[in-house]
């Protein structure tokens, strides 16, 4: 069945490095994919989508790009600040019009 | 414009009481999910409803766990017993259209704690 596996936290950066949390899937057919962020004491909110190969969905300088041939939607930013600090979930629309979520990853980012 | 609101923010019971999560959709969403969040196992889909009808529940755990969406703008999820290791947070979302060409809207969950 489908699923999502995301590289396990927690991360600790300073401010201003660079972020790459990895995320790779597993699904039959053509997904889409997402990420979402869930701050300390919300509910997940959703960062950003792509819907197809070789889209980059990007938002507040986060990015990711749909890569069908290593099956990946890998989350980049190039310079972090303490308020991205987040919990990280990287998903996959399911067969039934569910989400498939990732584990999260949890990111800390020290001033 | 409201989001998806969730109602207790907090639940501390006994092993064996019943518990009753609530959850006020997007008004004009027609899709409504229940997510739980533990450490150990991350978000799981416990069920979800289409235009109030329940599509998939092949995830609630057991027969503790039961859902209901009486109307469009209210669910409510039931555990009765509950037990300690139903202790999680408690998510509902809910979506204008099918989630793999839009976007789940989260409440800010239901934090339950089971003694």
């Known amino acids: 069945g489908n699923s999502v596996t995301q590289m396990e936290g927690p991360v600790t950066l300073s401010e201003e490095a660079f972020l790459t949390i990895n995320c790779t899937y597993t699904?039959?057919?053509?997904?889409?994919l997402f990420w979402y962020v869930q701050y300390p004491g919300e509910g997940l909110q959703l960062l950003l989508k792509?819907?197809?190969?070789?889209d980059k969905g990007s938002n507040k300088g986060f990015e990711a790009t749909y890569r069908k041939e290593t099956t990946s939607f890998h989350l980049e930013k190039g310079s972090v600040q303490v308020s991205d600090s987040a919990v990280y979930f990287c998903?996959?629309?399911?067969?039934?019009?569910?989400?498939?979520f990732g584990k999260g990853t949890k990111l800390s980012v020290k001033p | 414009d409201a989001g998806v609101i969730q109602s207790p923010r907090h639940e501390v019971t006994e092993m064996g009481q019943e518990v009753t999560l609530r959850c006020k959709p997007i008004?004009?969403?027609?899709?409504l999910f229940w997510y739980r969040q533990t450490m150990m196992r991350g978000l799981e889909l416990l069920i979800y409803?289409?235009?109030?009808?329940?599509?998939?529940d092949s995830g609630m755990p057991e027969d503790r766990f039961s859902a209901k969406m009486p109307n469009a703008s209210f669910s409510t999820l039931k555990i009765q017993p509950s037990e300690p290791r139903d202790s999680a947070v408690y998510f509902c979302?809910?979506?204008?259209?099918?989630?793999?060409?839009?976007?789940?809207?989260f409440g800010e969950g239901s934090r339950l704690t089971v003694l």
């Open positions: 979302a809910s979506s204008l259209r099918r989630a793999n060409t839009g976007e789940l809207f």
């Open positions: 699904a039959t057919g053509y997904p889409s």
């Open positions: 792509a819907t197809k190969a070789d």
């Open positions: 998903a996959l629309s399911g067969s039934q019009g569910n989400l498939i």
């Open positions: 008004s004009g969403h027609d899709y």
């Open positions: 409803f289409n235009n109030n009808v329940p599509i998939d």
